[in-house]
C-alpha cells in the first residue's frame, strides 16, 4: 500500500547531540517531500521540502534532510539539538500527479539538558 | 500581521450538540483545508475548498459540514452524526491548491465532547 512511515513513535536526545529522524516512503514515483514541526497545543510550521534538484535540503532552524531515492527516504538532521527544538514531527508528502498532503504518524522530540 | 486563526482554542460541548469551528486567514490565499489530528496519528482531511463556493470532502468528511462564503473564512461544523469528535482540528490555507502549493496551519482548536 501507498504510504509515508516514520518508524520512531518517541525519541530521547541530549541537549548539543546531534538528531536524525526517520521518514520512508512507498510510492511508484518520487512524491514531492516535506518536513512539518508542531509545538504542544499549536500548528504546523514548515521547516523544509524537497520537489526536485539537490537532495540535500536546508531548512529553518538549522534543519536539514536528504533525499534518498535508492531507500525512498527523507531523512531530517540537525547536528546540535537545542532544548526549543523539543516537538513533534511529520513527514509528509504529496504522491506524483496527485494535490493530496499526506502525513506520517510523527516522533516526538524530547531533549534532556 | 497576515495568518491563520483559529477560535476558540478549546471547545466544549455535549454529545449530540452540533458546533461549528472557525478559521480565518488574511494571506490572500485560494485553497483552505480542514484536518484532523487524534494521538499517535497523523493529520487526516476532513475537507478543502479550492476557490470560493466550492468545496470537497476528504478522507474523513463523515460527520462534518463546513461552507465557503467568502475567500477569507472557512468555518467546519461537528455535527452530531461524528461518532468521535473529541479530537484537535487544524486549518490550513495555501495560495493554491497545487502539489507545490506550501500549506500553512492555524494554531487549531482542541474539541471534547462530553
Known amino acids: 500500500a501507498q504510504s509515508v512511515t516514520q518508524p520512531d513513535i518517541h525519541i530521547t536526545v541530549s541537549e548539543g547531540a546531534s538528531l536524525e529522524l526517520r521518514c520512508n516512503y512507498s510510492?511508484?514515483?518520487?512524491?514531492?517531500l516535506f518536513w512539518y514541526v508542531q509545538s504542544p497545543g499549536q500548528g504546523l510550521q514548515l521547516l523544509l521540502k524537497y520537489f526536485s534538484g539537490d537532495t540535500l535540503v536546508q531548512g529553518i532552524k538549522g534543519f536539514e534532510a536528504e533525499f534518498k531515492r535508492s531507500q525512498s527516504s527523507f531523512n531530517l538532521r540537525k547536528p546540535s539539538v537545542h532544548w526549543s527544538d523539543a516537538a513533534e514531527y511529520f513527514c509528509a508528502v504529496v504522491p506524483y500527479n496527485t494535490d493530496k498532503l499526506i502525513f506520517g504518524t510523527g516522533t516526538r522530540l524530547q531533549v534532556f539538558p | 500581521d497576515g495568518g491563520i486563526t483559529q477560535s476558540p482554542k478549546y471547545l466544549f460541548r455535549k454529545e449530540g450538540q452540533n458546533v461549528t469551528l472557525s478559521c480565518e486567514q488574511n494571506l490572500n490565499h485560494d485553497a483552505m483545508y480542514w484536518y484532523r489530528q487524534d494521538p499517535g496519528q497523523g493529520l487526516r482531511l476532513i475537507y478543502y475548498s479550492q476557490i470560493v463556493n466550492d468545496f470537497q470532502k476528504g478522507d474523513i468528511a463523515e460527520g462534518y459540514s463546513v461552507s465557503r462564503e467568502k475567500k477569507e473564512s472557512f468555518p467546519l461544523t461537528v455535527t452530531s452524526a461524528q461518532k468521535n469528535p473529541t479530537a484537535f482540528y487544524l486549518c490550513a490555507s495555501s495560495i493554491a491548491s497545487g502539489a507545490t502549493d506550501t500549506q500553512y496551519f492555524g494554531p487549531g482548536t482542541r474539541l471534547t465532547v462530553l
Open positions: 510510492y511508484g514515483a518520487t512524491p514531492y
